[in-house]
């Protein structure tokens, strides 16, 4: 299968590599990563070893594929769909954090719009060399759920490629019980400077509970199934299962980048506001980050 990864951080540098061992992969990113990627290769370690050649270029534009996998930040989304749009594909599959990315591409791709969670580990050590922290999964689907067949093409292609994937009828449920782990985790760990782990422990445990139960109680009003338990024990899962990593947002704060909180916590607190319902932890700490963020002239003031 072609692929375009578009993308080439941490996870899309990861996935693009795994799936290089089997697919003509081209890897969509920054120097001077993708600049060593395309003259060098792509190193990958610690929980699994591989060393691949996929494409790289800094230009995503003009590309034809049967399948594009979009790993950028979620402010980057519209971006991404603008310059995708001038190429072809049969599909595309958002593994993204926060909601709204697959509307967005949706509305710019004339393709089939994929939605996907994503549990593999990733880090970027530095340019050209990825390291997987952890062997998870990928499940994918149709965002509005229900059986598709181009879902279940792609999850056997990845499987080709020894990724572990699966296809899944029931998306809505799974984007919102991973946007209630990110409002959970993401801001919490990113504030207090903590590792994951920490949220295991009052009084860290218990703002995250409380962002994720009001998450919970959005997705409800969209219409999902997803109850506070349920929430609330994904969270716990997470927390434990990945005690020792450091959450994507605590590593944007640490390098003085722009979070994805309008896409996780902010989101949340819009949803929740369409339905009459308060959602005052989640608009705490997205107010926090936000204004960091300001002070620090990474968002309009």
């Not at 034809?64 to 072809?88: F, P």
């Not at 985790?185 to 782990?197: C, D, E, H, Y």
Request: glycine content about 10%; aromatic content about 2%; hydrophobic content about 45%.
């Amino acid at each position: 299968m072609e692929i375009v990864v578009f993308g080439a951080g941490s996870l899309g540098s990861l996935l693009g590599g795994l799936l290089a061992r089997e697919h003509a992969v081209t890897l969509v990113g920054r120097d001077p990563h993708v600049a060593t990627v395309a003259e060098s290769g792509l190193r990958i370690s610690n929980r699994i070893d591989a060393a691949v050649e996929p494409a790289a270029t800094t230009d995503g534009t003009n590309l034809n594929a049967e399948l594009a996998v979009v790993t950028v930040k979620a402010y980057d989304t519209d971006q991404a769909a603008t310059a995708l749009a001038a190429g072809s594909f049969d599909a595309a599959l958002s593994l993204q954090n926060g909601l709204g990315n697959e509307a967005t591409l949706a509305n710019a791709l004339d393709c089939e719009v994929l939605a996907g969670t994503a549990t593999y580990g990733a880090r970027l050590i530095e340019p050209g060399h990825a390291e997987c922290t952890g062997v998870g999964e990928i499940v994918l689907g149709a965002p509005s759920g229900g059986a598709s067949p181009q879902a279940e093409r792609i999850a056997g292609a990845f499987r080709d490629a020894d990724v572990e994937t699966s296809a899944s009828g029931s998306m809505p449920h799974r984007l919102w019980e991973k946007v209630a782990v990110n409002a959970g985790i993401n801001p919490v760990t990113a504030l207090a400077r903590v590792p994951n782990g920490a949220l295991a422990a009052p009084p860290a445990r218990d703002i995250a509970r409380r962002a994720a139960k009001e998450t919970a109680r959005t997705a409800r009003a969209e219409g999902v199934d997803l109850s506070t338990d349920a929430a609330l024990a994904a969270l716990e899962r997470v927390v434990e299962t990945t005690a020792e990593n450091r959450s994507s947002m605590l590593q944007d704060v640490a390098a003085g980048r722009r979070t994805e909180i309008d896409a996780v916590s902010e989101a949340v607190v819009e949803r929740a506001e369409d339905h009459g319902i308060d959602a005052p932890t989640n608009e705490l700490l997205a107010g926090v980050v936000r204004s960091w963020e300001r002070e620090r002239g990474l968002r309009e003031p």
